[in-house]
């Protein structure tokens, strides 16, 4: 049930941003044709806890990451190190490294999260994949 909100949360903040498609010219299409693009969005985690993610991409600061927020990057095909990090030192988040690879034309969706489990102490940073159909 929660990762089904997970999914739908993600699928709405999607929906819910501008997008649109604009013309452009042949040549400059077909170069951006062989790009592919990651999608890394943030679900609201613990309620009440709010605070933003340092998102680093092959260490590299790519932004901060706040609940119900995108990141949107097109990416040349490869493989890639993602870390996410909350910088907020009194809370004691454990930081996560997702490693993968994205190809041309792909779209890759991510979700970040900050969950706690059963008998654990403190709470951790986790990314999931979105399976689209």
Do not use: C, W
């Amino acid at each position: 049930m929660v990762s089904l909100f997970k999914i739908f949360t993600l699928i709405f903040m999607l929906v819910s941003n501008d997008v649109g498609a604009s013309p452009q010219l042949l040549n400059v299409a077909s170069k951006a044709s062989d790009h592919g693009t990651l999608l890394l969005g943030r679900s609201t985690g613990i309620h009440g806890m709010f605070g933003r993610f340092t998102v680093i991409l092959n260490d590299k600061v790519l932004g901060m990451l706040g609940e119900n927020q995108i990141i949107k990057k097109r990416l040349t095909p490869g493989r890639y190190t993602l870390t996410i990090r909350d910088d907020v030192e009194y809370r004691k988040f454990l930081g996560t490294k997702v490693r993968f690879s994205i190809n041309s034309n792909q779209i890759k969706y991510l979700i970040v999260n900050s969950e706690k489990k059963a008998f654990d102490s403190g709470y951790r940073i986790v990314v999931k994949k979105v399976k689209r159909d």
